[in-house]
């Protein structure tokens, strides 16, 4: 069982930035990847980012990449998506989840994924 935490949401302006965390529990954290999806009101959950164990690979939705950064730190059990140059399109429910596995080729998929946060909200206003 592993239990995620997101926080650092909030109302931004276009152009602003913000950071957010998950805390992650009950299980070696550094033993699985992570990722970051969300969700705009009246849409589908879509992928935003993923690392992998050690945090040496990434992957970036192509319409955040270049602006958001996924980064971890597992003595503190945390995974981060600094989020800069911010769009209202970037407007939703922020969600991190756990993966068992990193392979590029299915870290967009949420329906792999095994933990899911509560979601923090993120409002970018134009």
């Known amino acids: 069982q592993v239990q995620l935490v997101e926080s650092g949401g909030g109302l931004v302006q276009a152009g602003g930035s913000l950071r957010l965390s998950c805390a992650a529990s009950g299980r070696t954290f550094s033993s699985y990847a992570m990722g970051w999806f969300r969700q705009a009101p009246g849409k589908e959950r879509e992928f935003v980012a993923a690392?992998?164990?050690?945090?040496?690979?990434?992957y970036y939705a192509d319409s955040v990449k270049g602006r958001f950064t996924i980064s971890r730190d597992n003595a503190k059990n945390t995974v981060y998506l600094q989020m800069n140059s911010l769009k209202p399109e970037d407007t939703a429910v922020y969600y991190c989840a756990v993966k068992g596995d990193y392979s590029r080729a299915t870290m967009s998929n949420g329906a792999l994924y095994d933990y899911w946060g509560q979601g923090t909200q993120v409002t970018v206003s134009s």
């Open positions: 690392i992998s164990y050690g945090g040496g690979r990434t």
